[in-house]
């Protein structure tokens, strides 16, 4: 369980990227943030793994606050919340299969991780995960070869071979055509609920938050305007 209690962000400027978030989000929900440019949706994701941090409120994460964490924490929280971006998700030089076990890097032992040594199980939950998203044929190209779809499906291989409890994603699909951006969204949400993860995508579109979300969150000017099951969103909205 994630909830937000009066969460509210200002920027160093002035700026309030979030005022007063309350939200309960249940373990496996799909959600979809949507709104227009500047509304705050990365500003909310980003809260939620602490690339940024609320100024004020609680967030907690299975009932423990994490805008209470100090740095040395942040490892763990950030191995429990995988993230998704728009694009420069991979290492363009680095194979598919080891950008995907670089998933595996904050269960890694320290020595392990600088050496580049994954063990054998990681390396075949990695190749599960490459052929759950179609893409196991390609463990051995290198990521830049791969159109811009196959690398985002690549990317949701790699946040899952992580074993987070929460996906994050940051419109994943915004630069993506209408047809690869469908194929991303079913992936994602296929794997989000096979696996039973909390999963949060900023979106841009309505149209796909409708066809994919369990429920939709609507932001505008840092404020939650909407909040509800795709069922009670309607042309008024
Ligand atoms: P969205 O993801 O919905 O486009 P953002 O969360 O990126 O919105 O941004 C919300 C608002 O906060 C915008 O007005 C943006 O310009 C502002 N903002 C984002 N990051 C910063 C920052 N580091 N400093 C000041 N303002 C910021
Ligand atoms: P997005 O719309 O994808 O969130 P932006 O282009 O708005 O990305 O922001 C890119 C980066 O610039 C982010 O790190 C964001 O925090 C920062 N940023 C956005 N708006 C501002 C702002 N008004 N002042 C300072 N930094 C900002």
Redesign the pocket.
């Given at each position: 369980m994630l909830e937000f209690k009066d969460v509210s962000l200002t920027?160093p400027?002035g700026?309030q990227g979030l005022k007063n978030i309350n939200l309960k989000i249940n373990d496996g929900e799909f959600i979809v943030v949507v709104g227009m440019?500047?509304a705050g949706?990365?500003?909310l994701i980003r809260s939620i793994n602490r690339l940024?941090t609320p100024t004020s409120g609680e967030l907690l994460i299975d009932g423990e606050n994490i805008l209470k964490y100090k740095e040395k924490d942040l490892r763990k929280l950030r191995t429990k919340t995988g993230m998704i971006f728009?694009q420069h998700n991979l290492v363009k030089r680095m194979s598919v299969l080891r950008n995907v076990m670089a998933g595996r890097l904050g269960h890694t032992g320290t020595m392990r991780s600088l050496l580049g040594m994954f063990p054998q199980e990681d390396v075949k939950l990695a190749m599960k995960n490459l052929n759950r998203v179609g893409i196991g044929e390609k463990a051995y190209t290198r990521a830049d070869q791969l159109s811009g779809g196959q690398q985002q499906r690549v990317s949701i291989a790699r946040v899952v071979t992580q074993k987070p409890k929460v996906i994050l994603a940051?419109?994943p699909v915004a630069s993506l055509d209408p047809p690869t951006s469908h194929v991303v969204m079913k992936d994602l949400k296929r794997i989000s609920k096979e696996d039973n993860l909390t999963t949060l995508v900023n979106l841009h579109f309505i149209d796909m938050a409708q066809e994919y979300a369990d429920r939709i969150i609507g932001l505008r000017d840092g404020e939650v305007v909407f909040d509800g099951p795709v069922s009670e969103v309607t042309d008024k909205t």
């Open positions: 920027y400027n700026h440019s500047g949706k990365s500003t940024v728009q940051d419109e």
